[in-house]
């Protein structure tokens, strides 16, 4: 079982910046390959980014592309997401989740572990 828990959500300003950060527990968490996706009110949860093992190799949606960073700390088993150039349209819960393989990274049905998520508004 894995435990992750998200936090550094709230209020951001087009333009800014936010970090979010999601804490892991119980099994190795160098041995997930981590995620975070997003969810906003009446849409379909969709993929934001995700990095191996050892953030060797970091993969990332078209809507954020060029904007926002995965990385990851195996010492502190956490994992961050660095959002930059901040959009209303990035106003969404963002989940932060855990599977073993490298496969399947953008698919949210892939993963095997969630966190409870943390709200990011974005104002204009």
């Known amino acids: 079982q894995v435990q992750l828990v998200e936090s550094g959500g709230g209020l951001g300003q087009a333009g800014g910046s936010l970090r979010l950060s999601c804490a892991a527990s119980?099994?190795?968490?160098?041995?997930?390959?981590m995620g975070w996706f997003r969810q906003a009110p009446g849409k379909e949860r969709e993929f934001v980014a995700a990095i191996g093992w050892s953030s060797g190799k970091t993969y990332y949606g078209d809507s954020v592309k060029g904007r926002f960073t995965i990385s990851r700390d195996n010492a502190k088993n956490t994992v961050y997401l660095q959002m930059n150039s901040l959009k209303p349209e990035d106003t969404a819960v963002y989940y932060c989740?855990?599977?073993?393989?490298?496969?399947?990274?953008?698919?949210?049905?892939?993963?095997?572990?969630w966190g409870q998520g943390t709200q990011v508004t974005v104002s204009s």
């Open positions: 119980g099994r190795p968490f160098s041995s997930y390959a």
């Open positions: 989740a855990a599977k073993q393989f490298i496969t399947r990274l953008t698919v949210a049905a892939a993963y095997d572990y």
